[in-house]
Structure formats: C-alpha cells, structure tokens
C-alpha cells in the first residue's frame, strides 16, 4: 500500500514472506539473502542469509527477525543454526545450533516462539530467547501454529500427525492423523477449530478439543458448516 511503480523494475523470486503482528514490517527470503522493509518509511533493507531456502517470521512489532533454511551448498554448516537478526540494522542479535535445517516457525501473540528443524525437533523460546521447552517427534517438522492465548503449540509432522504442546502443563499429546501430507494449518479466531491443508488437494477441519474431523472440503468447492 502506498507504493508508486519504479522508474526500473528488479524481479526476483521470494521464497518466503512474514508480517509482524502490528502490520508495520515485512520481511522475505530469496535464495542467498533477506530483505526487510519498514511499510511506513517505505526503507527496504536486504542483507545476505546462506540459505537456499529461507524460513522467516517477525515478532508483533518487527523489531526481530527469526530465520533458518536450507543451507546453500556454498556454506553447508550456516543453516545448522537458527539465528535472530535486528530488523532495523540486520545485525544478528544471537544463533541457536540446531545440527539440521529449520522448516518451520511460528510467533505467538505474546512473542513467544517457536521453532521446528528436519530431524523432528522443536524449540520454544520467551521473546528475551530464553529457553521454555524443547521436544523431539520422529519424522521431520512440516508447520507450527501457536493458539491465540499462546499456550498452545499445535504441530504438523512428516508423518501426518498433528499435535498439540500445552506450555503450561509441559504436555505433548497426538491431535489427530490425516490419509495424506499436511502443508499448513490455520485456527479458528475461538481456537474451537483446526483447519489443515493436505496433499489430497482438500483441507481438513478438525475439532481442537477431541481431534474429530468436522468436513472435508475439496479445492474449489463451497462447504459451508455451523
């Protein structure tokens, strides 16, 4: 919003694309390097990121930047870290090592985050980085959404499942399981309901409290439930 077409034109291709919270910031991922661009001042920043793939997210008010991805094969051992970098300057704010790439990450309403890597295992951090929980699934982690209230984590693994983490009760506990591949998930505004896109060209929509699928909608097609 607000932009005017440029006297000349730089295409690229962005791989990946978050929005803080507040809607003040964006930032998004190309193969080899970050951009992150204050909408107000209009002020794109771009800075390098080893990655072939990025995964990004932003904090509620853009000041953070989270990151990981698929390493490029020009710096192998960058993506085995998951790192914060300062949004108005770039400069990296700390690395976590993870030992594998990371394929997903997720922002809660109180900034606290998380973060899923290849080999199945998910960190959670407080918005200071400091450690509140860490657990590992046996297939790699495919999305993560945290619950409007931020105390739940739901998580999509490699295998189907779906799972939900309650922070407070330091619990992990198998949702449900879908007959094909899930891509991402959505909540409800209540957090009643569980919507995941699959592989089958379908979502599923699936009950939060008990994990019963509520419909089945196809690509394309209208389903209207209460």
Do not use: H, M
Request: glycine share 8%; hydrophobic share 35%.
């Amino acid at each position: 919003k607000g932009y005017s077409k440029p006297s000349t034109w730089s295409y690229c291709y962005a791989k990946t694309s978050a929005l803080s919270g507040d809607g003040s910031t964006v930032v998004f991922g190309q193969e080899g390097k970050l951009t992150v661009d204050d909408i107000a001042l209009k002020s794109p920043l771009s800075f390098t990121f080893y990655s072939y793939s990025p995964v990004v997210a932003l904090n509620n008010d853009g000041s953070r930047i989270y990151a990981g991805g698929v390493a490029l094969d020009s710096n192998p051992d960058y993506c085995n870290y998951f790192r914060v970098f300062d949004s108005k300057t770039a400069a990296e704010i700390s690395k976590e090592y993870t030992g594998s790439w990371v394929d997903s990450i997720t922002v809660s309403a109180d900034d606290t985050y998380a973060y899923g890597c290849y080999d199945g295992t998910v960190r959670i951090r407080s918005k200071d980085d400091t450690p509140i929980a860490e657990f590992e699934l046996d297939e790699r982690i495919i999305y993560l959404l945290f619950s409007a209230d931020s105390n739940k984590l739901y998580v999509a693994d490699g295998a189907n499942n779906i799972y939900v983490y309650s922070i407070s009760d330091n619990n992990l506990s198998l949702l449900t399981s879908s007959p094909d591949g899930i891509y991402q998930l959505a909540l409800s505004p209540d957090g009643g309901k569980l919507a995941a896109a699959c592989g089958d060209s379908c979502a599923r929509v699936y009950d939060t409290s008990n994990g019963k699928l509520l419909c089945r909608p196809e690509l394309g097609k209208l389903v209207v439930t209460n």
